[in-house]
């Protein structure tokens, strides 16, 4: 650990906002990450100083100077970029493997799908510790350290165990499950003793915390909570003391709502009003994950489409689907199986002039993103389990004309903030689905307005920089 007076924030996550790429003449070029993590930590960085800690996404065996590439990146800034160094074979087992096979199908209660295989913890371990590593070589006394989500779970546990005495903070950006689940992972004991090492533990609801601390009191013996102010709950057990709270994420609400409002999107949106010839439109952007419930929706659709022949040609739903892990086969299968159902679903109900589906498997740029918000009458967001779902919050700072009708399945962390003006769906029943989607086709432009006009109030009010201002400040409570 270095050794100087002035503090600063280390935010540590799976991956730098700064990408390393292979070019195709074998050379390597850096490449900027978007998200709600990027948008939130640099204003913060910028403001403090600090270093953001991470993978690059090159592997140790390609002999690269990611200090060289970096340097160029960071001459402008007052904090670093620090990256950690991993071999193909442990980032294989880490991340598509315990990651992303073991703790994402486990949080979001689908354990059917996990691979309990002691290789991927024993690599999970080994990560987590190089990160430690990277974290303690750039460290200096009394910086604070944010270290982010599932895949860094341990990190915290292997920085005190080198003796790091510095405040450790985690914040869990999916859900945590209940303990009937989580308690079915060979390695629950690990990793609880590693949740228990951080100062601050923030989740994105009052059920994750719920369950975590059942968890917490079926595992471990003489269990002491405390509820503190501000909502912060304290656990004291015979070797740690560790905080918990509730802080939904969010997003930048003024730069949606305002590059909604430019030129450009207002362009781009009239354009597409006109090739849609007045079809209401219904919006469907998820990541491709078994988590989103995507069949579901479509399943649902084809149910409103065989019941209601009156809305053929009058109603479109527009899928877009971005690219995730195709690698791991369960994906690749899901893919399978969706783009079937769309082509089902199109086979079946198009009609000259009238595809009931237009799909995209692509990301969108911000201003087609933008653009969709904005004419989209109807956005239809199903998870069957999510921690947040930020498109939720992204669409109603985007619709400035206060006339979509937001669908959010009650079973998305955005629901607790946006369940009395949202129309809340349970994505397992097709006809509460199809009922709901009915009643947003029939909603009177007033009701459409008050709901709407609520929902960007609370956005607003808990935006982005909300969120890390109250995360920081429960740190210090």
Request: hydrophobic letters at 40%; proline letters at 3%; charged letters at 25%.
């Amino acid at each position: 650990m270095k050794n100087k007076e002035k503090s600063r924030l280390i935010i540590v996550s799976n991956r730098l906002p700064i990408v390393i790429k292979k070019t195709v003449e074998n050379g390597y070029i850096l490449s900027h990450a978007s998200g709600g993590l990027v948008t939130a930590m640099t204003p913060v960085l910028k403001r403090n100083g600090g270093v953001w800690i991470g993978w690059a996404g090159n592997y140790l065996e390609e002999n690269i100077d990611t200090k060289e590439l970096l340097a160029e990146e960071m001459k402008d800034l007052n904090y670093r970029y620090s990256s950690v160094d991993i071999s193909v074979k442990d980032y294989d087992l880490y991340y598509k493997g315990f990651s992303n096979e073991v703790l994402w199908p486990l949080f979001h209660n689908v354990s059917v799908y996990c691979i309990f295989a002691a290789n991927y913890y024993n690599a999970f371990k080994r990560v987590n510790q190089k990160f430690a590593q990277t974290i303690m070589s750039e460290l200096i006394e009394n910086d604070f350290i944010w270290i982010h989500d599932y895949h860094l779970i341990n990190t915290g546990k292997e920085l005190r165990k080198n003796g790091v005495k510095n405040t450790i903070a985690f914040f869990l950006h999916i859900p945590f499950p209940p303990s009937e689940t989580f308690n079915r992972i060979p390695w629950r004991l690990d990793l609880i003793d590693a949740m228990l090492s951080y100062d601050l533990i923030g989740f994105q609801t009052e059920m994750d915390m719920k369950n975590f601390l059942e968890v917490v009191t079926s595992l471990i013996d003489d269990v002491v909570i405390i509820q503190k102010e501000q909502g912060i709950v304290k656990i004291i057990t015979h070797k740690k003391k560790c905080k918990l709270g509730v802080f939904p994420i969010s997003i930048d609400y003024d730069e949606f709502c305002n590059q909604a409002k430019s030129e450009e999107v207002s362009k781009m949106t009239k354009g597409m009003r006109e090739d849609f010839h007045g079809q209401k439109i219904m919006l469907g952007i998820d990541r491709l994950d078994y988590s989103k419930g995507i069949p579901q929706k479509l399943k649902a659709y084809r149910k409103l489409l065989k019941m209601n022949p009156l809305l053929h040609k009058k109603i479109k739903l527009v899928q877009v689907m971005v690219p995730s892990r195709e690698d791991i086969v369960k994906y690749a299968d899901l893919k399978s199986e969706i783009e079937e159902l769309i082509g089902q679903i199109n086979g079946k109900f198009s009609q000259l002039g009238w595809v009931p589906i237009q799909y995209f498997y692509h990301s969108l740029s911000r201003i087609e993103l933008l653009s969709y918000y904005r004419i989209s009458d109807i956005a239809l967001i199903t998870p069957l389990k999510d921690g947040m779902n930020l498109v939720a919050k992204e669409y109603c700072a985007s619709n400035i004309d206060k006339d979509g009708v937001l669908i959010l399945s009650e079973f998305a962390g955005a629901k607790y903030q946006l369940k009395d003006d949202a129309l809340l769906v349970n994505p397992f029943d097709e006809d509460d689905v199809v009922n709901s989607i009915k009643k947003a086709l029939c909603m009177e432009t007033e009701e459409k307005q008050r709901r709407m006009g609520n929902m960007q109030n609370i956005v607003r009010k808990f935006d982005i920089y909300w969120w890390v201002d109250t995360f920081l400040k429960a740190a210090k409570i």
